[in-house]
């Protein structure tokens, strides 16, 4: 599967953004979903993931309750909705997708090109 990340931009601290990544070659249904984020000068680190069918989820302490990873309603879609926006979540924003799962970037195969975030104060 392909993935196309998109939605980021310059935004103003408190505001919010929609991130969304689109999949071709194959739907998303079959897969475990996440967004990744990459800071300047840091590792790739989770974000977000959900699960096949349980809908199950796990987000990164430090977003929890801003950030919100959803499917589409078509199965070849899916979005981090981020509100409250802080000038620490500024990062290049990846969409991935897997058939096992994790937090950890090696848990998945299939990688958008990331999308870029800036948070001003």
């Known amino acids: 599967v392909q993935l196309q990340a998109s939605g980021g931009g310059l935004v103003q601290s408190g505001g919010s953004l929609r991130l969304s990544c689109a999949a071709s070659?194959?739907?998303?249904?079959?897969?475990?979903i996440a967004w990744f984020r990459q800071l300047p000068g840091k590792e790739r680190e989770g974000v977000s993931c959900?699960?096949?069918?349980?809908?199950?989820?796990w987000t990164l302490d430090s977003v929890e309750g801003r950030f919100s990873i959803s499917r589409g309603n078509a199965k070849n879609t899916m979005y981090l909705r981020m509100n409250s926006l802080k000038p620490e979540d500024t990062a290049v924003y990846y969409c991935?997708?897997?058939?096992?799962?994790?937090?950890?970037?090696?848990?998945?195969?299939?990688w958008g090109q990331g999308t870029q975030v800036t948070v001003s104060s």
């Open positions: 991935a997708a897997g058939h096992y799962g994790g937090v950890s970037p090696p848990d998945y195969e299939n």
């Open positions: 070659g194959a739907t998303l249904d079959g897969y475990v």
């Open positions: 959900i699960g096949i069918r349980d809908g199950v989820t």
